[in-house]
């Protein structure tokens, strides 16, 4: 079973940053596309951005795009999430999944299927 931990939220004021960071429980992370989502209180989940099993195919939410950048490092397992001017409506709980791909292609999607394996979630608040 496919494990992922989610780490780097925490409180920041307006305007700040943080990373995000997915560490998945794989050695053979090019067979997996990456997304990051988002809950907020009171809200249902969103797709906030995805990064294929390539790495070249990447897509944003519109909410997000120009702030918020995805990465990953297939060496180390991990998928990044920078966030920068935060806002307090970013203010969420934030996952990330994993869905089985190809080798290295260019499947993305941010909208959720039930094929993904999920992390629980951390948590980011950007308050003043």
């Known amino acids: 079973q496919l494990q992922l931990v989610e780490s780097g939220g925490g409180l920041v004021q307006p305007g700040g940053s943080l990373r995000l960071s997915c560490a998945v429980s794989?050695?053979?992370?090019?067979?997996?596309?990456i997304g990051w989502f988002r809950q907020a209180p009171g809200k249902e989940r969103e797709g906030v951005s995805c990064?294929?099993?390539?790495?070249?195919?990447?897509k944003y939410a519109d909410s997000v795009k120009g702030r918020f950048t995805i990465s990953r490092d297939n060496a180390k397992s991990t998928v990044y999430l920078q966030m920068n001017s935060l806002k307090p409506e970013d203010t969420a709980v934030y996952y990330c999944?994993?869905?089985?791909?190809?080798?290295?292609?260019?499947?993305?999607?941010?909208?959720?299927?039930?094929?993904?394996?999920w992390g629980q979630g951390t948590q980011v608040t950007v308050s003043s």
């Open positions: 999944a994993a869905t089985r791909t190809l080798y290295r292609n260019s499947y993305c999607q941010t909208a959720e299927n039930e094929s993904m394996y």
């Open positions: 990064i294929s099993s390539s790495g070249r195919n990447i």
């Open positions: 794989t050695s053979t992370l090019d067979y997996y596309a």
